[in-house]
Structure formats: C-alpha cells, structure tokens
C-alpha cells in the first residue's frame, strides 16, 4: 500500500503546531513538524509525535463501559445510553436539577465538538454546580481580562515578533510554548528577539527553562509578585514615566490607580519580595523607556493570594507606559472565527458579570458560570437541599489534577450516579457507572475555538480526519446532544442529527433574522461543528459575509488550504476599541 501525508493541527496543547503524519497500511509511520505550516512554521515538541501512541494504545477506551455489581464490562452505545436514561433523570427529579454537576477538562479545549456543545449539556442540566480545570491555574487571568477589556478570552498578548523587551513573570513559555498565549517555537522567537538586540527578563522564584536562556532572571519570594508589580506601577508614576499611548481616550482610572499603590514603594515591599528598590525601579524603568516592550504573567502568578490583582496589574503596566494595542506591546490576536471580540459594533460590549449565584457549603461566588473546582468535594459530601448526587465529567481527571485529590476519591464514591465522557479509565472515571470514550484524535476534524484568539499571529487552519470512525462511534457533539435530550425528557432514542438541526434552525433566526432562511440554504449540507464553524468563518471579520464580500473566508477556503499550511491572516494590529 502506498504512503499518505496528512497535515494535522496537534491537539495536545495550547501551542497547536502542525504536524505532517505518513500513513502507510492504516498505521501511522512518522510525525514530524509540517515545514510549510503558516502558524508553527515545522516545529514540534515530543507529545507531538505522541499522537501515534495515543491512537494505537491499547489501554484507551474504545467500547462504552457500564459497571455491573462493581465491575466494568463493554457495552454497546445503546445499552449505555439506556442504562443513562435509567439512572439519572430519576435523581434530577427526586432532588432538582441542583442535585447535578458537570465536569470539564483541559481536553476540551482541543475538541471542536466538546468546545461548542459543552454549553448545550449544561444548559440542558439547568445545574448551578459547572466546574472546569479553568479555577485550576487561570481563571483570575480570565477575570482581569474580563473586568478591563470586557471578555474572558480578550486577553493581551506579548506581540513576540516585534517587541524588544520581554518580561516574563511566573511562567515558563520556553517549556510550555504558551500558556494563555498561544507561541509554538517560543526558544526559537526569543532567540530572534535577542539576536535583534532585544532583552527577556524573567521574575521567578525557580531557575526555569525560560530564565536560563534569559539575559536577566531576578528571584521573588513566592506568593510575592502582587507586591513587585504594584510597586514598579508606584515608580511609573512617581518618576512621571506614565505614557498612555494611542489608548489614552480609552483609559478609565488613571488617578485611582496612583491612590491605590500610593503605599507600595519599592522600599516597603523590598524585603516581601526579596529584591532590591533599585531593582525594582530599573525593572519599571526599562519598561518604560524601551519602545516596544510587554509584560506577560502566567500560572505562577495566577495561583496564590492575590492572583486576580496580580494579573489585572500585569496589563495595568502594560497600559501606563503607553504599550498596550501597540506594536510589539501587549496587543490582541483577532481570531477568524469564534471570536466574541470580534461581533458587532466596535467599542460596545455586554461585558462581564460575577457571582450570579454561589457555592452551596463554601458561599465562593460564580466566575464565568464556574465554581471553584476545589468545592466539588464538599458539594457532594455535606447533605441537604442541592447536594450533588450525579455527576457527568467531561475529558477530565479532577481526582490526579485538583487539590485533595483522596477527598474527591472517597466523595465520588457516594454519588448516586456518574458518567464520564473519556479515553481513559483513570482515577477519576474508574468511580463511574458508565463511560463514553471519544473517537481518537486522528478519528476527528479539528479546528481550533479558543486558541485563536490568544495566538502570537493571526491564523485559519483546519484538520480533517487522518483515519475513520468505526460506524458504531458517535462523533462527540452528537454524544453531547443525547445526554442533552436524556436530561430533558426527549429519551435516549431521540436522534442527535434531528436535535442539531432544529438547535440550529433557532440560532439562525435569532442571529440572522431576516436572513435565516439563506444562511440555511447555505449549510444545509454541513452538521454540527462544522456547520458552526461555516457560520463563524463567513460571518467573521475575515469572512465572505455569505456572498457579500467575495474574496472573504468560507470553511471550503479553509479545508483547502489544509495540504499548504492554512491560511495566514497577519501580524496582530492594535484592536483598540
């Protein structure tokens, strides 16, 4: 049998570099970096080259499982559709939709499916209980983000390519290739920026990866960065090297600022910080004077006291020295599709909103419709009206990645019900009374949601499947909307295909109107994702407007552009408003 290249987008983590993989008699012979891919340019990292030993390992789950007196066995999917009919709309109706939780992990991010119909199978739960990896290691980023720019995924992004000076506090992008920042290749990117005569800077109790490639690696405290940043804001404006830039009309605070850090001089942090004033001022100083010049803060800064402060002072630097939306600043990715910040009229969002409601037990309010996932213990343990006694977990394995992990154990134990959606059985799916595993990666399309909107260069890149389902498996969106029709009543017989299409059929006329019946016409021959994803792209700022702007995307310009890489769509450009 001959050999085939495919060019796939890796779903493993958030650098998202493209890979070429040759087939030959239905086995993956190599992996290697795709030379030609607009966004990562041939770089790979080990867990790249993975993918075949995720495809083929014989330990992932391939069948459904469903637990028989405390023993999995296969079953076939309607079996375990049926026995999930069975078991979890009794426990909703005896004890209210509160009595539910869902779960959701860092894999979903990587599944266009997952992604964009997680949201029908909370919704359609109607529980207050949603927990994510997210409160893990980056919700306070999203929650700056929010509150200052008005979107949870308007993140300011270091614009790599252009800037001379790089501050890195709390991360290690040389071993993470991004985090919150999608940047394949970042060694390489930093090398070219020193080579350019530009600095990285690295703040960071540990000597990473990133600090030894540094020109400067300063030590902190632990637990102290909140107390730095302040203190390096306090200098710009007591040394007058505040500079607001082409965003000064839209700077709200400035005089509020200075108040609040007035007592957090370089001298009265000092010693909580374990670096010298001088340091501190120099620090702010080259900020300030460098021209093209960001700060970038992650999972360091993100998870202790102060996290939300700390990240919201990150881009406050950002703004006071006029680098924020600028060149080779601190600016925002503009993402082809999926993109909130990318609708409607500029300068007018809906913003955000917190603690709509609050942990049962510990009262910690909702950030992003998501509760701490630290509280999803004592949800399930401590009994009275909306104790958690079913649970769905979704591509995730809280028990190995969230805090007292031996408590959650003990806890799942006590649910009445649980299903997981997973790959795997692990430790937190081994507590489950059926498992629905996904197709392997390379079983499915792939287009990044997320990432786009936090990546180093503007992009449109899109996988198709590198081998086929077998017939029996569902793709995941379809396996979203049965649970979905489960928990409403509508029987695991309802048809995932049927249900899309009329959930569809209601979006369009609400965000078409008028124009409903011709964006319908359009995708009639698309479903589930990728119907959204041709919505996205034609409706985006970069689409065709459904007719209307010619030379503009459509899922078809996409698709096509797999084999050369994808589409490149440009340098980042100042976004402001």
Not at 115 to 138: E, I, M, P, W
Not at 359 to 380: H, K, T
């Amino acid at each position: 049998m001959l050999e085939t290249t495919h060019h796939r987008i890796c779903p493993l983590c958030e650098a998202c570099c493209g890979l070429e993989i040759k087939v030959k008699d239905g086995t993956v012979s190599s992996i290697r970096g795709h030379a030609g891919d607009v966004f990562s340019a041939g770089y790979i990292c080990p867990k790249g080259v993975a993918l075949k030993d995720l495809h083929e390992d014989p330990e992932r789950l391939r069948q459904p499982l469903i637990k028989r007196d405390g023993v999995f066995v296969e079953a076939t999917w309607e079996e375990a559709f049926a026995e999930i009919e069975r078991r979890l709309p009794p426990v909703m109706a005896a004890h209210g939709r509160n009595a539910s939780a869902i779960v959701v992990g860092n894999p979903s991010a990587h599944k266009i499916g997952l992604l964009t119909y997680f949201g029908k199978l909370a919704r359609a739960l109607g529980t207050h209980n949603v927990f994510s990896a997210s409160t893990l290691d980056q919700m306070p980023k999203q929650l700056a983000s929010g509150l200052m720019f008005g979107h949870w995924l308007s993140v300011a992004l270091p614009d790599i390519a252009r800037t001379q000076y790089l501050l890195v506090i709390g991360a290690n992008p040389l071993a993470s290739n991004g985090s919150m920042w999608t940047v394949p290749d970042f060694k390489g990117k930093a090398k070219a920026m020193q080579a350019r005569g530009g600095q990285l800077v690295v703040i960071d109790p540990r000597r990473t990866e990133t600090a030894a490639v540094a020109d400067a690696h300063h030590f902190i405290r632990p637990g102290a960065d909140v107390f730095l940043l302040a203190a390096m804001v306090h200098t710009l404006f007591a040394e007058n090297l505040v500079r607001l830039g082409a965003v000064a009309q839209w700077v709200n605070g400035v005089d509020k600022v200075k108040a609040a850090i007035n007592p957090f001089t370089p001298e009265a942090v000092a010693e909580r910080c374990a670096i010298a004033p001088e340091t501190i001022r120099t620090l702010a100083r080259d900020l300030a004077n460098t021209e093209c010049a960001a700060v970038y803060a992650r999972i360091g800064t993100c998870t202790q006291s102060y996290g939300t402060l700390a990240s919201w002072l990150v881009d406050v630097l950002n703004v006071l020295t006029g680098h924020l939306d600028a060149p080779g600043g601190a600016m925002f990715a503009k993402s082809a599709a999926f993109g909130s910040n990318t609708a409607g009229k500029p300068g007018i969002g809906k913003g955000i909103a917190t603690g709509r409601h609050h942990a049962r037990v510990s009262g910690a309010p909702e950030v992003m419709g998501e509760l701490p996932i630290s509280c999803l213990a004592e949800e399930i343990e401590t009994t009275g009206a909306g104790q958690i006694r079913a649970l769905i977990t979704v591509a995730t394995n809280p028990v190995l990645s969230s805090p007292n992990g031996p408590r959650l154990s003990k806890a799942l134990d006590t649910l009445d019900f649980m299903v997981s959606l997973d790959i795997y059985l692990n430790e937190t799916t081994r507590h489950a009374d059926v498992i629905l595993p996904g197709p392997s990666p390379l079983e499915d399309l792939h287009y990044d949601v997320a990432f786009p909107q936090l990546s180093w260069r503007n992009h449109a890149r899109y996988s198709p499947p590198v081998f086929e389902r077998t017939p029996e498996q569902p793709e995941e969106w379809q396996t979203m909307l049965k649970l979905a029709a489960i928990v409403q009543g509508k029987g695991a017989q309802a048809d995932a295909n049927a249900l899309d299409d009329a959930q569809f059929a209601d979006e369009a006329q609400r965000l078409f109107g008028p124009q409903a019946d011709a964006v319908l016409e359009a995708t009639r021959h698309l479903k589930g994702p990728q119907r959204a994803l041709e919505v996205s792209l034609r409706a985006g700022p970069y689409g065709d407007g459904f007719g209307t702007r010619p030379d503009g995307l459509t899922l078809a310009k996409v698709m096509a552009a797999n084999a050369t890489g994808g589409i490149d769509l440009g340098e980042l450009q100042p976004r402001i408003p």
